[in-house]
C-alpha cells in the first residue's frame, strides 16, 4: 500500500512539476526543436528513474552494450506493462520516440512530451492514417532519432507472446536502421498482476545484438516478424529463471 501511494503522490507532484516546463518548451521549444527533444528526454528520464524508485524496482540490465551509440536504432520489445517503458526509457538514447496508440495522444500533458520525444500516436483502426504515422517515424529515424515499437500491437497478459505483426518492421526497412530487440521480464509483476496495488520487484531487462534487415539471409528477411519475436522469446525465457530463483 505504501508504494503505491508513494507513485500516485509522486506522479500527482511530477505533472505539476511538468506544466511550466511544457509552457516553456511550447514558446521557447519550437525555434530549436532538438534541444526541445534532448531536454524533455532528460526530463522524462528523471521522472521515471525517480518512478522505479518509489514503486522499489530492482532493475538488472544485460547486454546494454550491444545497442550501437552512432547511430539510431529501432528498439522492438515485448509489452506487458505501462512499466515495460518506465523500465526501456531511461536506457535509451539520446532521444527516444515510441510508437504509442492514439488514445494516448488525448492524455493532457503526457501527450504534449511525447511529442517533444517524436512519439507518434498510431490509429489501428484507420489503416491511411496509421500508414502515415509509420512513415512520420521513418523520417524521424532517417533524422537521427531511436524509435520504440512493441509488435504485439497491445500489452499481453498472457504467458506467451502474441504474434508480432510484419508492418512494425517497416520503419527498419525503409530506413536502414538497426532492429535492436529487447526483453522486458516480470515489469506486469509491479502493477498489472495486482492492481491497484504497486509492488517491489525483480525486473530483467535485456537487449540483444542489433540486426541489419538487408544482411540478413531472404528467408529470415521475408519473415523477420518471427524471426525476432524467436530471439526475444528465447530472451524472455532465459531472464526468468533467476527472477523466480
Known sequence: MLRTILCVLYLIWY????????????????????????????????????????????ITVIGHENVPKDKPVLYICNHRSYFDIVTLFPLTYPVTGFVAKKQMEKIPLLSNLMRYVH????????????????????????????????????????????????????????????????????ADDVFENHMPFVKGQHIVIEFGKPILIGDLPQEEKRHIAPYVQGIISDMLHKNSRPIAG
Open 119 to 186: 512519439c507518434e500516436f498510431l490509429d489501428r483502426d484507420n489503416i491511411r492514417e496509421g500508414m502515415k504515422s509509420i512513415l512520420r517515424a521513418i523520417d524521424t529515424v532517417k533524422a537521427g532519432n531511436s524509435m520504440v515499437i512493441f509488435p504485439e500491437g497491445t500489452r499481453n497478459h498472457g504467458s506467451e507472446l502474441l504474434e508480432f505483426k510484419q508492418g512494425s518492421f517497416k520503419i527498419a526497412e525503409r530506413s536502414g536502421c538497426p532492429v535492436v530487440p529487447v526483453a522486458v521480464s516480470n
Open 15 to 58: 505533472f505539476i512539476m511538468s506544466l511550466p516546463f511544457i509552457l516553456y518548451q511550447e514558446t521557447a521549444g519550437r525555434r530549436n526543436p532538438d534541444r526541445r527533444a534532448r531536454q524533455t528526454s532528460a526530463f522524462v528520464n528523471m521522472g521515471f528513474r525517480q518512478l522505479q524508485a518509489c514503486a522499489g524496482m530492482k
